[in-house]
Every structure is written in structure tokens, then in C-alpha cells.
């Protein structure tokens, strides 16, 4: 660190104080400082990691997210990397404590292993932490790192330090689940509107029909620490038998008193925040819904979805056996889109192909291809009923032919199948399924 | 792990499964099981750590704490040293991974060490933390498992884990300040009584005393995931002047509206889970309240404790210098809490020496040895008044023959005099322990 | 009114509105003023029926009250008899209107006759209820006119007016009901322990005993004018059978889960403001209590209180026939309130004399002499039981005996039971008061 | 009442009896009954009145309401008539009470005079008052109430009794203000969009636009009885500077943060729900925002309003003077609407006329002929300067030329301009009015 650097952060840190002392705002402090936001985040980083007070540390750590609001994507890319080289390990501290729990294993020695072991980036991300609002600011910033990561793989490193802390965070018993109604602040109605990618909302009244009606039903999860920001919402429809198909779902008018119906299908779960990959809250969030309507809704007899197969349409592209192509050949010409008739003819045979590609297909990882699939049968739901051809909007019929499935969460299997599913790779499935692999 | 626990284990998987598909609820599951609570923790552990899904977890996890609670104290010390033996790292493990990285030490290769370096305990009690409530049942393991190193140290290393994970999720940002007032539920007021143990209250009508008045504030920080817990919170009474002795604090009738006060006196803090030492929180908490108040009460100019001086007493009967031994010797005699003369004319040397003990003294770690000092100078306030005589309860008598400190909490001071304290141990501190320090 | 009286109004009216407008505010007014409240008050009623506007109204009717709470009992005697004097009728005026509508019954006449023959003072009490909490001060107002009316009968016209506008300020569908439980604030908790009256709490513990317990439940109304007040709250214990004395209910430790309880009993019900008189809310409240029970609590079966009987001592010794006259020379006799087998002997004639008291007597108005009685008949319960003796409190003792009855509300009845009384006075009555009446 | 009515009646009572007892639903028993609703809410109001208890009261208003909302526009007309007709004095009974009173006119006699000169339809409509969510009801009934006097002026008598009841459930301090902004529930800020009919809102982004922003706010009051009805509501622009025309406030981009605007715009006021005419809350409403702002924002130096001149071109037509018909056939060529300089040319002689219209011209009750100018004058406002051309919209072309003024509300002024317009029609007015008359 150059002589003028070190110059830079001692005013910095005198700035800062000052600004405690009743000198003026942080706007001042800045432009005082005149230093540009990529100097400033890598400075405020340095004092945040020194010898310097709790209370210091939120007005540093602020200073910090507040600079990193500023980075154009280049400059952001350039802080990863300073958080990959500058923040990680240092090997001869590694090797020093290595030798010295070598020599005397006990669990002090453990303890300064892990110590020096653990990326000195989690202790900087865990005094951003710090800073009032930081949560969602350092989910975000995760954001930005998964799409700088799919241009230079080698920041994967960071990431795993942010999933590490982001899983501890958002720890289960943090959430509130939350059903949202037309009786919800439209702050929290407009993220909703915003986040939903499944099946993209039309402007209000499609919204209000979503949630408003006796129907429709609508839960999400918060987190204190990211207040009104819905982590993750699913749409459920109360209906009258299983459906087959998403256009009736999201066109229907509004039908009786929810009391009539036995059937409860989750139409729509939606993540909302990209910097939460793979901090998974969906399975907790089904079965709380399912808790709470069981409780509420006496008749309800059957817990659904109605999902999309996401990797269907590719999957079929790349198969090369004979029936497979002619499957994809026939379904290249639209046609069937139009005529029911010639839908109806291929349908055997959508069906035998979907249900190979849903039960016994597996990656190299001994998991099924389709990921709505790995969510859903991990939760221990039945993969219940191919449906085909259920959506036919643009996008589905690209990534799928219009295909859906029926995923059945039936209380007294779940475990059993997840278990299963857990241990061996099994895939439960229903008499359908069964069928159309027998084809 | 023998033949018969192995059974035992693949039993309770099955009831917990079994009993989640709609069988006898837990009672009956653990009837049928017949187990001891002390068999039922290990093997609910056991299943935790192996290959089962999220929400077999929670089952599990629920399963475990439930067993936990009836656990005998000898029955914890057990658990406890199972954790300590078989929920630490693996030597070989550590060895391995540490070849691989001396061999490649790319990030791969230290994430594979950081995970063989973190005890297994971390992961478990991550796992146990999925229960609802859970939060709130390792806090009080870990007051359990506190006064179980006091008994056998070597059960020290499990707290390291512990301290790292609730640090982590008593972040800072999670926690909420509420001002609790005679509109606050009862629910929580009770809490309060109980955990309020600086100066004790004597029933509802002292507690409504301190909160429902016009002079007097309480505030607390809530957890989410602890709900009405208040986990720490500070009594504020709003004076004019700074007070000298606590009995007029206590027992004053209600005074005048608050606009008039130019006093906010910090006189009680009070953490309120055992189990969350070390996870501090004052010093933000003192801060917010600080905040609030100014904002709110435009006439406030001084913010100040009345604190005790616990290690005051015993410091004193160990020092061997005369003067020390010549003013115990005098205070020995109790004659001086009943005569005002008597104490006048002892006061000068009280407040010497204990000038001495507050700014001079210093641990081995350098620091001082009073653990109020160390809190609120850590936070950046300064010493700025002894009081002698000022509180002659008993407890007070006991452990510091009656002084007490105000310490205060100048805003445009604070950073400074904190930075000055960590980097340098400098104790800042008023012209009256100035003056004394010269006697 | 005099000179000198229309120079202080004139200055009021001056002082109120130079106030407005930025001058000093109220006390200074006052003092400026230097008049005693029973002056000022007379004032500002007088400005108060003058024409001025809304805003000037809100401000007058603020400063009539505050003058009021100064008065000692005997100014305000005084200012109820300016009221019954001075804010009356005018004769001149009903003659002059009833003329008119003599003259052309038209719509308009009748309109003018109504504003003539309502008395003045009602529209002096509207104005009034302007002020910000005007309504309860209005009540409190009125329970201090009860009192002033016991000593002079003649201001009882007054209170016709009171009720009239309070019966309309406390229209049922502005009450909301609430749950008070161990969770509602304190400062509601504190009112509840003062309003109880009929079965008095002995502090905090027996508070919490009958409303955080699992088998307690308390609910109140409250009105938004009079913000946390409760307005009437009735206590519930949840029993299985329904109870025969009143030592339990107080008494009793907590009992199992509430699930398990097949009766509910209403065994005290508090009217919290005397001032409400005759504006009646328990109806109301027990039918919404009934109502929200029989949703959360399917196993209950039964509704039904523990009452007292107020008057049955008093008509006891007022009648003259043998057996009533041998009774109460028999009970007179305190033993058998420690014997068993004395009261036991007794019991056969006390129910029969008490369901005589009960079932036939009758008051001139042609309905039963007991107050509580004629409450819950009037509901439409029956009188379902007898119990003797089931209260040994001094109070209970010395009112009736000891005598405590369960009136038994059966949805299914009520409707049919109420009516029956209404028109007939029929009292509906269990098979044990039945069987009482035949001996 | 004929043989065969009665014969229904009992039925009726009969049918809601069993109905309470448990048998079928409301919808049976009608069906059962099967007569329309035209009789059936006959029966109820006759019931009603009659002596029955509160409880059946409770469910024949019910259902004396269920089925006035099934009555067509006729059967209205015709149920109106019957509340004239049959609910209404009796003159004997007026007769014979006058009788008494000259006979013995004392307070009895008066109370009983009284209760005969209250048309019967007062205690009729309280009655109703007492089902659930009867307030709402019972207002939408006058909204349709005051439709039918406009055919039939017969029935204004109804209206005085609705008139007078309403204002005393709607009393002021009943009434609670709320702020509504972006966190509101969408079932609130719907109504609001639906109610807005001075400045008509352009869908979601326009509604955000006017209470999400930094310099916007609403304000709104709610009565308990009415829930989520928002019965009026003001919307405030913080700018600096007064405006002169509505296009900037309706269209301009957010500013900056809010406290930098000196002045707040009460730009459109509206009162939600027709039914509640002449029950004045605007008033209040200003005020309290007013209080409210002042005490929020410490900038805001300026309280006024950019108002509708509603009257003003009706009125500038009916004039015969030569000024006034030179302007009307002046302002009746439209060019000036999209030529500056015509405008400007036009504006000294619109000056004069309008503000000869607010400042002079009286109704034959002595009052300004504007009803915007009558309310804020009323409020103590004063017309502070007029606005021309300041609104485009076609409806404001139409009724007042595009003109617009500015009223303001002077805190130091408002009681005593109140005060003078009160009691001489003084209209309080600005330098530029005054300017203007003078021309």
C-alpha cells in the first residue's frame, strides 16, 4: 500500500469520525474527499478489516455499500477481483497453523486452523452486514457477482463465501410467512407484480384476480432484515378436481366460496431475488401453505401443482434414438397447436417420451435432467400426471411443447418419497406416468 | 455405534417418518420407542448429520431439542461431552485436505480444508436451528453448556462454535429496539421484571414506576426469531443535573413533563439470555437510544450513566499498598453508611483510590479490570464522575462498598475517545477523577 | 346577564381566538382570565349555543371542559342546575310552534315544533362532544349528574338527555369486541383489575390466573371515541360440567389444554363506566362471546354463567309469609356456613324460596325483582340452576345468602325464550327450579 | 294491515326464529317465505317497531336491509313513501301530549311531547342501524334517498331525519385521519381512485404519482362503523411557491426531498360517499393536515389551496351587465385557449368579473354563490389570488373558463376571518382580488 494510499485512509478515517462529531453529512465528507467510489470501497474495506470499534465499523460499512452503489459493472468487476486475490487466504498462515495443530492437535489449535482457513472475505462481508439496510445491499451485490462470475469463472471462490453466510442469514427460522391479499400495501403488491416470471402478471386487475378473489390464494416469505421484500411466493388456485391445463387457471372468472372446493394447485412459485440462488426457502414455503389451508379449508382433499418442464424441448432436441426425433420432427410443425385432432393423435406418444424424460432419465449427477423436477420431487411430491398440450404461451411452447405437470404433495407420502427420492434417486409417479413408460 | 443402537436409529427414523404420514403424533412416538431422552438426543444427532431431506430435518431437529429439554443436568454434561468427542473435526481428514491444497492450493482446495477444519458441530447445531423456536433453545443449551465449562473446561471448544453462530444470527441488522412503555403487553412487562437484576424491581407498581413516567424511558432489542424475548434493554431517566446517588433515581415520585429535563441517565442495562454472552449488543443499543431521545426531547443536552462498580471491592481487599489497606480498613467499618460526617471526611481517599482503580489499573490483557469500565469505555463514553456515597444496598455495599460512576456519552467525543481506548487503552476521563488521581 | 358578564364573555371569546392565533396558550389564557372555572364554564356554554363556527366550537367546548374538571361537587351541582334551568325549553316557543302546526301540519311545522321541544341542552352536549375526548369526559359527566341526581330528584330530566345522545354515541355497531389476554398492555390489564367488581382480583397474579390461562378467557368491547376503555368485559372459564360454586373458578389451578372443555361459563361481567348507565352492551357481548367460542372450540356444548343474586337477601327479609320468615331467621344463624350437614338440611327450602324469588315474583313493572335476572331473561336464557350455597364471600353472604344461579343460554331457544318474556314476562326455568317451585 | 298480511308477519317472525334456532340459512327462509322484497322489508320495519327484544331486533334489521337491496328503483321510490307516509307524527298524539304539558308543563311532560313530535322513522332508522354493517348501508340508502327528492320533493322530510341521525354517528370524534401512501392496502387506495372526481386519477401510476412521491401526500378520515371507507380526502402538493395552474402539480416529475417545500398545495378535496351530505368533515380534515404537516415538515412556511371555481361561468352567463356579456362573448371564442397573448390580453377583465363573483356577489341568503368559495371561506380561509387560465380539462373549461383560485390558510388569521364571515359575510381577500375589483 503506497505512501499516498495511506495518506487517503487516514483521512478517511478522520472524516468519518468527524462526520460523527457533528461536522457535516456524508454527502460533504465525500465530496471533501473527492475520491472516486472505487477508491473509496476498497479503503473503507481496508479499515473495516483494522483494529477499529463496533460503532465505527457501521459508519465504515456504510461508507462501503454506499461507494459500491456508485460502480459501473467494470468497476464492480475489478472489487471482485480485489475480494478474490486480496481477500482470501493467506498460505503461510495456513501452513504455520497447520504445523503448530501437527504438533499439538487440541482444539485450540482446531480453532486457529479455522481461523486462518476461513476467507478473510467472510469477515468483511460479515461487517457490511453491519451497516442499517446491508442485507438486501449484499444479496444484490451477490447479484451482480453471479453475472460477473459467468464471465470470469475464477470469482466462483466468493461466491461460495456469500452462500455460506447467506444460508446462515436467511436461516429458516427467520422467515414470516405472509399471506398477501388485495388488503396488502401496494409497495409489497407492485414487488409481487414485478417478481412474478412464471406467468407474467397483465397489470392490476390480473393481479387483483390473483389474490383478491375467494379463489385465489397468495403467500410469501420475509425476512426482518430485508422487510417488505417478498423472498419467495407461490399462487395457489382452489379449484374443483386437478387441472390440466394453466389457461383456464389464469382466465377463469372468479368461481364460488373457496369452502367448495377440493383441490388446492400451486400454479406459480416464484423466487424473487436472484443474489438468493440456492438458499432454498420453496419447500418450507409449500408445506406451510399446505398447513395453513388444510387448516382453514375443511374440504380440501388434494395439494397439487400445475408446473412447467423447463428442459423438456431441449432435452428432446438432443436425443438421437428413433422415436425420440420423430417425436421432435412432429412437433416442429405447429399445427397441432391449432387442431385439436392432431394434437390428440400425437399425445401417446408425448406423453411415453415426457415420462422417460421425467422418471427415469438421469444426469451425470444421478438426478433427473429437468430442474422444476429436482425442486419438487426433492420435496418429496409425486410426479402426478403429464398434461399436454396445457400452456401455450410463446415461451412454454419453446422450452416445453406446451407440456405441464401435475407434481402431488400427499401428506402421508411426502416423507417416504422424499426419502426415497434422497437415498436412491427414486422418482415417484403416478398411474399416468406409469402407463405412457409401458408405451 | 453398536447393533442394537443401530436398530433403535432405523426405528426412529421409521416412527418420525410414520408419524408424519398421519400416525399417533409425538407422545405416542416416542411411547413406542420407550427410549431414554439421552438415547432419543444422540439418535435424533445421528439421523441429522446423515443424508436425509430439509424437511425430515425439521422433524429430526424438533425430535432432538424436545429431548434436550428433559434431559437431566448430568444428562447435558453427557450430551455435552458427546459433542465435544464426536462432533469435532477428523484428524485424517485435516491431513488429507491439507495435502491436496500444499499439493494444488487453489480455492477448491481451501474450501475443501475450510469444511474438514469447521468442527462438525457447527453443522449440526445449523441443523437443529431448523425447528421452529429453535433459536431460543440454543441460547439457553448454551447458558446450560456455560455453566457445564465451569465445572469441566475442556467442554470450552464447543462454545467457540456456539459464539460463532449466534454472533452470525443475532446480527445486528435483525434486531429491532422497541420502546417499552405501560401500553407494552404484559407478556412482555413480566420478562422485564424478571430479567432486570442491576437494580431489582419490586413488583408491578415499581415496574410501572420506571416505565409508564413521564421522567422515566425502557427500551429493548427483539430477535425475530425470538420474538417477544426482549435481549437486552437499558432503564433512562430523564433529570435535571446529573444524579449522584441512585436512591432518589429509584424512588423520586414522578416528575414534570419530560420537555424540561436536560438529562437522559442510563441507570440500569441488563442482558437478558445468559445463553448470548459475548454477543454484545449495548453499545448499539445505547447509541440508538441516544438517537431516539435527541430527536425526540429537543432540551436533552447530556447523555450519562449511573453505573455501578462491581470489581471495585474485591480489587480493593487485594491491593497491598498502604494507602489501600488503610482505606479498606476504614470502610470495613460500617459506621460510615449511617454518618454523613464519617463519609465526608472518608471521601477524598475513596475517591483516589478508586480513580486509580478505573483510569490506572490494568489487567494482563491491559485493560481495566472493572467489566462496566471496559463496556462503556469500549463504547467510547468517558469517566466522568465517582459518587460516594451513592448506593447502599446491600449487594452495592458488598461489591463496591457503595460507589458508583457516571459515565458519559458525549456524541462529538465518542469515536475519538473509543479509537483512543482500543488502540491505545486510554481510559478518558473528567476533571473531578483528574483531580482525584492527583490526591 | 349583566354588564360585566358580557365584558368577561367578550373577553373570552378575545382570549380563545388571540390563542388561536399563535398567542400564548391555554393556561396563560386562563390566568390572563384570572375567573374561576364555575364562571368560565358558564362562559363558554354560552358562547358555545352563539353563533360562531365549527373551529372556534372545538376550542370553546375544550375550554368548557377543562373548567368543568376544576369544579368542586358543589359547582358542579350548580352547573347541573344551570342546565336543568337555563338550557331547557322555552314555553313561548313550543306554544308558538305547536300554533303554527295547528295552523299548516305540514312536514316543516313538525320539524320546527321538534327543535323547539328538544331541550337545549342536547344541543349544548353535541357541541361539547367536538373536543378531543369530549366522549368520555361527556360520560364521566354524567355518572357525577347520577350522583347529583340521588341528592336532587329534580335534575333527573337532565338525564334524559345524556342518555338519549349517549345511546346514540354507543350505537352497537361502533363497538368492537377484543380478546384481553396475558398479551394486551398493560394499561388496559390495570383498568380490567379496577372495573372488576363483582368477583374483586387480588393483584396481578389472579389477573394472569383469569386471562393467560388455557382454560380463562376475557373479552371486551371497546368504542373508538373512548379509545383503550373497556366499555364491559365478561370473564369465561372453560369447564367440563357446569359448576356449582364459585370457589373453583377463582380458585382452581390451571387445567388442561381448552380443547377438552365441553362448557363455557360466563361468571362475572363488568359494567366498566357508571356513566353508561342504561346503555346496554351485555346482550351484545355475550351473543359475539358465544359466537366467537362456538368457532374456536368445537367441543363446547354448553354456555352458560355463574351468577350472583343481588337482591334475593334484601326480598327475603321483606316478606312476611311463614316459611320465608322461618328461613331467614334459619339463616341467620351463621353455622351453617361451616356445617355441611346444616346447609345441607337447608338447601331443599332455600331453592324453593329462591326459585319463587326467581320464577314468580313479580315488581310492580311486572317483572322479576332481581336485576341480574332480569339481564340475562331478558337475553333470552333460562334460569337453569340453582346453587346453594356456592359464594361464601362476605358480599355474597350478605346480598343472598350465598346464593348463586346459572342462566343457561341455548342458541337454539334464546329467540323463542326472550320473546317470551318480552311480551309475556315468562320466565324461562330449568327442571331443578321447576321441581324447587312444586315443594 | 289486511288479514293476509298479518298472516305473513307472523310467518316472517316465525321463519326468522326458526331460523336462529338453527334451522336453515337466511337464503332458505326467504325462499321459504317466498315473497318479494318489497313486502318483505315492509314486514321487517313493521316488526321492528314493534316489541320485540334487541337480540331479534339485531337480526330483522338484517333483514329488513338484505332486502331493501334487492328493491329496484320503483320499489325504492315506494319504500321512501312509506317512511314518509307511515312513519312519520302522529297528530293526536301530538295534540293530546301538547294538552298535558299546558296542563302541567313540567320536564315529563315535555320528554313526552317530545317523543311524539319525533317522526317514528328516527327510531326506525336506529333500529336498522343495529345489524352489522348497517352505517354503510343506511348512508348508501339516503345517497339513493336524495336521488328520489329530486322527483319527488315530498320526501325532503325523510331527509332531516337521516340529516340529523347521521351527523350524530358521524361525529367528529369519531372519526380518525389516516395518511394513505404507497403502503396502504390496494382495497383502500381503489376506493380512493374510484372517489377521486375533482382531478381524475389515470389509473396505478397516476394514483402512486399523487401519494408515493417525496412531494406529495393524502390524508384521509374513517369512521369505525365504515371500516376501509375512506369518507373524505385531501390531496397535498409540497412545492415552493403557490402554484397558478393545475398541470404542474398534476403532471410535474417528483421533486426533491420534501423539506425543502415551503408551501403545501390542498390541491383536490373530495368527499367520498354521497349519502353523508351536509355532514361536514373538510373542515376538520384541513385543519388536522394542517397541524399535522406543520408539525413534520418545519420548512413549510404556506398552507393554501389551487381550487375549482364551479360556479363561475353559470353565473358569468346569467349577468347582463355590459362587462360581464362583453367577457362571456369574449371567453366564448376558444382561441384564447391555445393563444397566450389572447389570454394575456383577456386576463385583466376576467380578474375584475371573478373576483366581483367571490368578494361581492350574494346568494339570497347572503352567501358567496360559489360552493368551493362558501366551504374555505367558511373553513377561515381567504381568497388569496385568482388563477387564469390555470385548468384545461374540458369540465373546468365548462364550468368555470379554466379559472382556478387560491385560498389560504392563514393559522394566524383563520378564527377571526371565520369569525367575520360567520356573522357579516365578510370575505377575507388578497391583495390581487382587491387589485382586481377596483378595475
Redesign the interface.
Known amino acids: 500500500m503506497g505512501k499516498q494510499r495511506l495518506a487517503f485512509l487516514s483521512d478517511f478515517v478522520e472524516a468519518?469520525?468527524r462526520r460523527?462529531?457533528?461536522a457535516p453529512g456524508e454527502a460533504e465528507t465525500l465530496k471533501a474527499l473527492s475520491r472516486p467510489p472505487s477508491e473509496r470501497i476498497k479503503a473503507a474495506c481496508s479499515v473495516l478489516m483494522g483494529?477499529?470499534?463496533?460503532?465505527?465499523r457501521?459508519a465504515v460499512a456504510e461508507q462501503a455499500l454506499a461507494a459500491y452503489a456508485e460502480l459501473s459493472p467494470d468497476e464492480k468487476q475489478a472489487f471482485f477481483e480485489l475480494l478474490r486475490d486480496s481477500y482470501?487466504?493467506v498460505?503461510d498462515q495456513?501452513r504455520s497453523a497447520?504445523a503448530a495443530?501437527e504438533n499439538k492437535?487440541d482444539?485450540?489449535a482446531?480453532?486457529a486452523?479455522?481461523r486462518v482457513?476461513?476467507?478473510a472475505r467472510q469477515t468483511l462481508l460479515?461487517r457490511l452486514?453491519?451497516?442499517?439496510?446491508?442485507?438486501l445491499q449484499l444479496v444484490r451485490m451477490r447479484e451482480d457477482l453471479l453475472s460477473a462470475i459467468r464471465k470470469d469463472p475464477s470469482l466462483?471462490?466468493i461466491d461460495?463465501d456469500f452462500a455460506h453466510?447467506l444460508a446462515?442469514?436467511f436461516?429458516?427460522?427467520?422467515l414470516?410467512m405472509r399471506r398477501i391479499d388485495?388488503?396488502?400495501?401496494?409497495?409489497i403488491?407492485?414487488k409481487i407484480m414485478a417478481y412474478e416470471t412464471v406467468h407474467r402478471m397483465q397489470?392490476?386487475p390480473d393481479l387483483?384476480r390473483r389474490l383478491?378473489a375467494n379463489d385465489r390464494r397468495l403467500y410469501a416469505f420475509f425476512h426482518?432484515?430485508t422487510g417488505?421484500e417478498p423472498l419467495i411466493f407461490v399462487e395457489v388456485a382452489l379449484t374443483t378436481g386437478i387441472p390440466t391445463a394453466i389457461g383456464p387457471i389464469l382466465n377463469a372468472p372468479e368461481a364460488a366460496a373457496p369452502v367448495e372446493a377440493d383441490t388446492a394447485v400451486f400454479y406459480s412459485i416464484n423466487n424473487s431475488l436472484a443474489g438468493l440462488k440456492g438458499v432454498?426457502f420453496g419447500?418450507?414455503l409449500i408445506?406451510q401453505v399446505v398447513a395453513v389451508l388444510s387448516s382453514e379449508l375443511s374440504n380440501l382433499r388434494c395439494y397439487v401443482t400445475l408446473s412447467p418442464v423447463p428442459g423438456f424441448a431441449r432435452w428432446l432436441s438432443s436425443q438421437t434414438d428413433d422415436r425420440a426425433v420423430a417425436l421432435a420432427k412432429a412437433l416442429s410443425d405447429p399445427a397441432w397447436q391449432n387442431d385439436p385432432a392432431k394434437a390428440e393423435a400425437l399425445r401417446p406418444e408425448v406423453e411415453a417420451i415426457a415420462a422417460r424424460y421425467i422418471v427415469t432419465e438421469r444426469t451425470s449427477a444421478n438426478l433427473p435432467p429437468d430442474p422444476v423436477a429436482r425442486f419438487h420431487l426433492?420435496?418429496?411430491a409425486q410426479a402426478h400426471r403429464l398434461n399436454w398440450p396445457a400452456d401455450f404461451a410463446p415461451s412454454a411452447l419453446k422450452a416445453a411443447h406446451g407440456l405441464m405437470i401435475n407434481y402431488l404433495y400427499e401428506?402421508?407420502?411426502?416423507?417416504?418419497q422424499?426419502?426415497a427420492?434422497?437415498?436412491d434417486g427414486t422418482v415417484a409417479h403416478g398411474a399416468q406416468l406409469a402407463e405412457a413408460l409401458a408405451r
Open positions: 468519518i469520525t460523527t462529531r457533528g483494529r477499529i470499534g463496533d460503532a465505527s457501521v482470501g487466504v498460505p495456513i497447520y495443530w492437535p482444539a485450540d482446531v480453532a486452523l479455522f482457513v476461513e476467507p460479515r452486514n453491519l451497516a442499517p439496510g446491508a442485507t466462483e471462490p461460495q453466510l446462515s442469514w436461516n429458516r427460522g427467520f414470516t388485495w388488503n396488502a400495501p401496494a409497495a403488491l407492485e397489470g392490476w387483483r383478491a426482518p432484515a417488505d432454498s419447500n418450507f408445506k426433492g420435496n418429496g401428506v402421508a407420502e411426502i416423507e417416504a422424499h426419502e427420492f434422497v437415498r
